[in-house]
């Protein structure tokens, strides 16, 4: 049922839905890690108080979902289609190594630096010199295995969608690295105006 209204929707606005799949699913992404981590607090201190969601945070995810993400994989996997047309393994394996070598990288530190433009931070680059290369070598670990059965197994007009599902997952350790590079980031500040009073 779902499935086939989703079809619908994909032949009449594929745009549309790519990048409206992106949106909900990093929102809701966001969502679930405010959860996690106030359930995860809560088991190390019972007295904290009722969850609040931060609804600000959350539509930073939401936006960085639609203009980064939705609109980059709308354009980049026919892109890579056309560069390597077909699904053999060898045209697979080379769609994989692109995407990882050029998309990966650029799409890391288009997340980490647009939610701090969104944020307005003054050192928009702090969180991506912080957590680049261990978000690359995580994303290294799932996405090259994700890619391979997106592109060998699924036909083109699926392949949005389904990197959009696999964005869910990728989302919640994205917030993961951003809340712990934002503490490290507080706690170095704090750290450093200390120095300067003593």
């Not at 354009?75 to 769609?95: C, H, M, Q």
């Not at 980031?185 to 009073?197: C, F, M, V």
Request: hydrophobic share 45%; aromatic share 14%.
């Amino acid at each position: 049922m779902v499935a086939g209204h989703l079809r619908n929707l994909l032949r009449k606005s594929p745009y549309l839905t790519s990048v409206g799949i992106y949106t909900v699913l990093y929102t809701g992404a966001d969502v679930c890690h405010q959860l996690w981590q106030h359930y995860d607090n809560k088991k190390l201190s019972p007295e904290q108080p009722d969850f609040s969601l931060d609804v600000g945070r959350t539509a930073r995810m939401g936006v960085i979902g639609f203009a980064c993400l939705g609109n980059f994989n709308y354009v980049w996997i026919p892109f890579l289609e056309r560069l390597f047309p077909g699904a053999t393994v060898l045209k697979t394996l080379a769609k994989v190594v692109v995407d990882q070598t050029i998309a990966a990288p650029l799409l890391i530190t288009s997340f980490y630096v647009g939610l701090r433009v969104l944020e307005r931070k003054p050192d928009i680059f702090a969180v991506a010199r912080e957590k680049f290369l261990p978000t690359y070598k995580t994303s290294l670990m799932f996405w090259p295995a994700a890619q391979t059965i997106n592109f060998y197994l699924l036909p083109l007009q699926y392949r949005v969608i389904y990197l959009g599902f696999c964005s869910f997952t990728w989302a919640n350790f994205l917030c993961f690295m951003k809340v712990k590079a934002d503490q490290e980031l507080q706690a170095s500040d704090a750290g450093n105006k200390q120095d300067l009073q003593n």
